[in-house]
């Protein structure tokens, strides 16, 4: 069987000096640059400008403050990336909302090519010709989407095989199954008067895990509304309170 080609991240950019920035660190970094589980790749903007004066960008058709990056700028650009098709991704305030599920599907391609804005944006026939999506991490606007084009990175290869040190730790997370993540602790068993709920002391697995699923459940309903309305079994567990009930304060206890 042939092996998979190791998932090619490439970044449309005008700095392309931001990267690789956070992903160049920790287990992400080392799974690019020691193991070549998979590879980022920056193409600068600039160098498609055919204007003399290195321009990449024009007023806005039908005025308006700030500038707009030219389609045929950012299509030559595009057109210098090679190798098979991936899915195109342009960084927006205005796009769709990141989610798991999509950077799963992201996951399993060959690789993703991003596309960074600037200004006000890019020529709307580029995007619409070249079959880009839009997409949000948040409900907030940048100065352009290098920062944003990181995190889908980041969120991308942390799914690949072999790149997290326990493939297991992904099965709980936020977003897997509708829910988000319980709360974690560690020792020491006493924190400025607060301690670990007892439950996850008592080395009954099957409470600890009853604990921390109606722990996901209270974070999800307090935190994420919209999460909640859309989760498909609302059913709780009588006895369980949320996680900051049970941390109880040691002074309290008489300790």
């Not at 090519?113 to 880009?132: H, P, S």
């Not at 352009?144 to 297991?168: K, N, S, T």
């Amino acid at each position: 069987m042939t092996p998979r080609p190791p998932f090619t991240a490439t970044v449309l950019t005008m700095f392309p000096e931001a990267f690789p920035g956070p992903l160049g660190v920790s287990l992400i970094g080392t799974a690019w640059r020691e193991r070549g589980l998979w590879s980022l790749d920056t193409v600068d903007i600039r160098a498609f400008s055919t204007d003399t004066r290195g321009f990449l960008d024009d007023t806005p058709a039908g005025g308006g403050p700030g500038a707009v990056l030219k389609a045929d700028v950012v299509a030559r650009a595009l057109d210098s990336v090679s190798g098979p098709p991936r899915p195109l991704l342009y960084m927006s305030a205005r796009g769709r909302p990141l989610t798991q599920a999509r950077v799963k599907e992201w996951a399993r391609a060959d690789g993703i090519t991003v596309l960074c804005g600037r200004f006000e944006g890019v020529d709307q026939r580029v995007l619409d010709a070249r079959g880009f999506e839009e997409v949000s991490v948040g409900d907030a606007v940048l100065a352009g989407g290098e920062a944003a084009a990181m995190v889908v990175i980041e969120a991308c290869v942390r799914l690949l095989p072999g790149v997290l040190g326990q493939a297991d730790s992904l099965s709980s997370e936020s977003f897997e199954d509708g829910l988000l993540e319980h709360p974690q602790y560690t020792r020491p068993r006493t924190f400025e008067g607060l301690e670990i709920p007892e439950v996850l002391l008592s080395g009954d697995h099957k409470k600890v895990a009853a604990w921390r699923e109606e722990q996901r459940r209270v974070t999800t309903r307090e935190r994420r509304p919209d999460l909640w309305a859309a989760y498909p079994d609302k059913t709780t567990h009588a006895g369980h309170e949320p996680a900051k009930s049970q941390v109880k304060s040691a002074k309290a206890r008489g300790e």
